[in-house]
């Protein structure tokens, strides 16, 4: 039996190209081994047979941006809690959305070192980004405060005009502000008021402070957009890739 040797090795000497090409044809999924995409170099390999796609490229694989409709209680970014359900670990390919129309070839280095940018409370729902391309990094984190993002709002019962007014001055505390938001009335029934905020950054707390503030108990959060990019009719739970088109 011949000994095992790593893929990138067979398939460079199968070829007759370097083994870095052989690593990128690997990794952009354009290698089966007995039928089946292997996307790990590493992969070790004796007898299989290994195959090329025939619209294999060695075009350089573009870092990707994630949208997630993050359920209520799913945390932001990952933890070691017992019993705390990371947003990161809906990053799969059973919870892409059947409607993303991107059309990208999932491959796993897409879902890999996905940084989430937009920090969200525990408890709320809504829109996730996740990236590993670094300017949508700096653009959601480092300057978080240029960026608007949309929230839904529940509370308890009625709210009144003239508690709308006061929400809608700055929130100061300490001499510092912590929340300059724009609200409006959004749906609402006889138990709850829905309440929609529209403020600049993604600090989780400052909206629920606001509340508290004036006396609102909050029932229900839901970011509904970051920046000019919506949730829209994302379903909860799951994900899509942002479209080339698409921007913050």
């Given amino acids: 039996m011949n000994e095992p040797i790593r893929l990138a090795k067979r398939l460079a000497e199968q070829l007759n190209c370097s083994r870095s090409q052989a690593e990128q044809y690997i990794e952009g999924?354009?290698?089966r081994v007995n039928g089946v995409?292997?996307?790990?170099?590493?992969?070790?390999?004796t007898n299989e047979t290994i195959e090329l796609d025939k619209n294999a490229t060695l075009l350089e694989i573009v870092p990707m941006t994630i949208l997630l409709h993050k359920p209520p209680g799913y945390a932001w970014e990952d933890n070691e809690q017992r019993g705390k359900l990371n947003a990161s670990s809906l990053l799969d390919a059973a919870h892409r959305s059947?409607?993303?129309?991107s059309v990208v070839r999932l491959l796993q280095r897409h879902l890999k070192n996905q940084a989430c940018v937009t920090p969200l409370e525990s408890g709320a729902s809504g829109l996730l980004?996740?990236?590993q391309d670094f300017r949508i990094q700096r653009k959601l984190w480092d300057d978080a405060h240029f960026?608007?993002?949309?929230?839904?709002?529940?509370?308890?019962?009625?709210?009144?005009e003239e508690a709308l007014q006061a929400l809608n001055r700055p929130f100061m505390r300490r001499d510092r502000l912590v929340l300059h938001a724009k609200v409006s009335y959004s749906k609402s029934n006889d138990q709850v008021t829905g309440l929609r905020f529209a403020a600049k950054g993604a600090e989780p707390g400052r909206i629920a402070a606001?509340?508290?503030?004036?006396?609102?108990?909050?029932?229900?959060m839901k970011r509904i957009r970051v920046g000019r990019v919506p949730l829209a009719d994302l379903p909860v739970g799951q994900w899509r890739f942002l479209a080339a088109h698409e921007r913050f």
């Fill in 29 to 31: 999924g354009w290698v």
């Fill in 37 to 45: 995409i292997q996307e790990s170099p590493q992969h070790r390999v």
């Fill in 98 to 101: 059947k409607a993303d129309s």
């Fill in 129 to 131: 980004v996740f990236s």
């Fill in 147 to 160: 960026v608007e993002n949309e929230t839904i709002v529940e509370v308890s019962g009625e709210v009144s």
């Fill in 210 to 220: 606001l509340c508290e503030h004036h006396s609102l108990q909050v029932v229900g």
